[in-house]
């Protein structure tokens, strides 16, 4: 079965003609088509059966959507790891830091993070600009962070900097759903996902550079010119987002010039015959969103990525980079450039996983060789006293490849719920957040600052969730199964 439009196929002229909604079983077929492979060679950008047309339409989506969302996301990690590198590069003994103040401004940011993050989800679906709006206002606060001169300063620039980028990811895998079918949808949200590590590696770099060129500029401190730097790269991004991010192709209208009316028509139904349907919106309050509890997605798919997040804690909170500096070995310019090595060898593990899973059309088996793979090398730090130092070594390079399956997750979500936009958005935005609620309060228990470089709990804690996610990920890949049987025999 043919999944896309080849160049026989007529496309409507005009918003209007796609307008009209399929039949609950034209689109469970449609949806039934959408989920099954695609020919394509691994490494082909296009499916053998793309058009002409729909070659161009995608290159153009490409370049609207991944560059805004690539260099935001880049940009947005570079303030994520700033935290890290200007604690250990002055902002401690600066501002009289002592205790466990790097985790409870991490906790600040993340409590902003998740409380904002559904409600903003659910508006930048109906409102896309809302979306470049906060990228602008995130770099205004990331800014402010170089003035701080207290820990209360800089924990209310941080609670504002995760206020304002809650709904970012959440809402570009909003986005990359409405745009991409099943078999291109991974690709993109691996791309997408490598600017995490772009960002993170830019960040050690421009750390290294900015302490040896700037500290003391104009008075101020080297860690303060990270948030300066940070915001002068941010604040472009925004306004570029204004004038290019296209939104979904349901909100486009005759004002937006970069894709023609045919280009838009094609977006739309493209879509439509994998079983996406337009977007109603949330005007109908709780009548409408009650009908997302009656269906498993919002149970499990919510609590899906707790087990998972609880794994990645080395990477995000500054274990590794702790570590690193215990060992007495480096200066700060050189700490700050080794910490790239995470995310460096991450890339890799985002590119392979995200191509892989579009070429299989699963995600659980990838999933299930990195959490063996994460299992048998992170054990070098509960094994603390018996590891030599190259294990530790192999396990802070590996460490990013549990971050690396969240593009799998999230496209993973956009293809089981690809029929409901509105559930789709509200569920994506509840996986990250319930995922955040723990991700805030979990650290305060077992990766506290004072427990490092060991971090002895933190580490265990680590190995038991890489586990409890695999068995999560069973369930997900078990009751979508159940899904599309039942679709198939029509009991749905």
């Known amino acids: 079965m043919s999944l896309v439009i080849d160049s026989k196929t007529p496309v409507a002229s005009s918003v209007d003609d796609v307008s009209d909604e399929p039949s609950p079983t034209t689109s469970r077929a449609n949806y039934l088509a959408g989920r099954q492979p695609v020919q394509r060679k691994w490494y082909a950008w296009y499916a053998d059966t793309d058009s002409p047309e729909e070659r161009r339409l995608i290159a153009k989506m490409d370049l609207l959507i991944?560059?805004?969302?690539?260099?935001?996301?880049?940009?947005?990690?570079?303030?994520?790891?700033?935290?890290?590198?200007?604690?250990?590069?002055?902002?401690?003994?600066?501002?009289?830091?002592?205790?466990?103040?790097?985790?409870?401004?991490?906790?600040?940011?993340?409590?902003?993070?998740?409380?904002?993050?559904i409600p903003l989800t659910l508006l930048a679906a109906e409102y896309p600009k809302i979306i470049p709006a906060c990228e602008f206002m995130w770099g205004i606060f990331t800014l402010l962070q170089y003035r701080a001169n207290s820990f209360g300063e800089l924990a209310a620039y941080r609670f504002m900097t995760g206020l304002f980028e809650s709904s970012f990811f959440t809402s570009i895998h909003y986005v990359l759903g409405s745009w991409y079918r099943t078999d291109e949808l991974g690709r993109?949200?691996?791309i997408f996902y490598v600017a995490t590590c772009l960002?993170?590696?830019t960040t050690g770099?421009?750390?290294?550079g900015?302490?040896?060129?700037?500290?003391?500029?104009?008075?101020?401190?080297?860690?303060?010119?990270?948030?300066?730097v940070c915001s002068v790269l941010t604040l472009p991004i925004g306004i570029f987002g204004f004038v290019f991010f296209p939104s979904t192709p349901d909100k486009l209208t005759d004002a937006y010039r970069w894709l023609t009316a045919d280009e838009k028509a094609l977006a739309r139904e493209r879509m439509r015959r994998i079983g996406g349907k337009p977007a109603i919106g949330f005007g109908g309050g709780w009548t409408l969103i009650r009908r997302f509890f009656y269906r498993w997605h919002i149970y499990v798919l919510g609590f899906f990525l707790v087990p998972w997040i609880l794994t990645c804690q080395p990477s995000g909170n500054g274990a590794y980079t702790l570590w690193i500096k215990s060992l007495g070995k480096y200066s700060t310019a050189r700490?700050?450039?080794?910490?790239?090595?995470?995310?460096?060898?991450?890339?890799?593990?985002?590119?392979f996983y995200a191509f892989l899973s579009d070429q299989l059309q699963t995600k659980l088996p990838i999933i299930l060789f990195q959490g063996v793979l994460a299992?048998?090398?992170?054990?070098?730090?509960?094994?603390?006293?018996?590891?030599?130092?190259?294990?530790k070594w192999a396990?802070?390079?590996?460490?990013?490849?549990?971050?690396a399956v969240a593009p799998l997750l999230y496209s993973w979500a956009n293809e089981i719920c690809r029929e409901d936009a509105e559930e789709r958005a509200f569920v994506v935005a509840v996986m990250c957040a319930m995922s955040n609620v723990f991700a805030t309060w979990v650290p305060l228990l077992v990766w506290q600052t004072v427990d490092g470089p060991e971090y002895h709990v933190g580490y265990i804690f680590t190995q038991v969730f890489i586990v409890v996610f695999m068995i999560a990920a069973s369930f997900v890949w078990w009751y979508d199964k159940r899904d599309q049987k039942r679709i198939t025999q029509g009991l749905v």
């Open 188 to 190: 993109r949200a691996g």
């Open 210 to 228: 900015i302490i040896r060129h700037l500290d003391g500029a104009h008075g101020l401190a080297g860690w303060r010119w990270l948030y300066i």
């Open 375 to 391: 299992f048998s090398l992170q054990l070098a730090f509960p094994l603390w006293d018996r590891s030599s130092t190259a294990y």
């Open 199 to 201: 960002g993170t590696m």
């Open 335 to 351: 700490l700050n450039e080794l910490t790239a090595i995470n995310p460096g060898v991450g890339l890799f593990f985002i590119l």
């Open 205 to 208: 770099f421009l750390a290294s």
């Open 66 to 117: 991944m560059s805004f969302a690539v260099l935001a996301y880049w940009a947005k990690y570079i303030d994520q790891g700033n935290l890290t590198n200007a604690y250990v590069s002055g902002m401690k003994e600066d501002l009289g830091f002592y205790g466990n103040q790097l985790v409870q401004l991490q906790t600040c940011f993340n409590v902003a993070y998740t409380v904002f993050m």
């Open 395 to 403: 396990a802070v390079a590996t460490g990013y490849g549990q971050n």
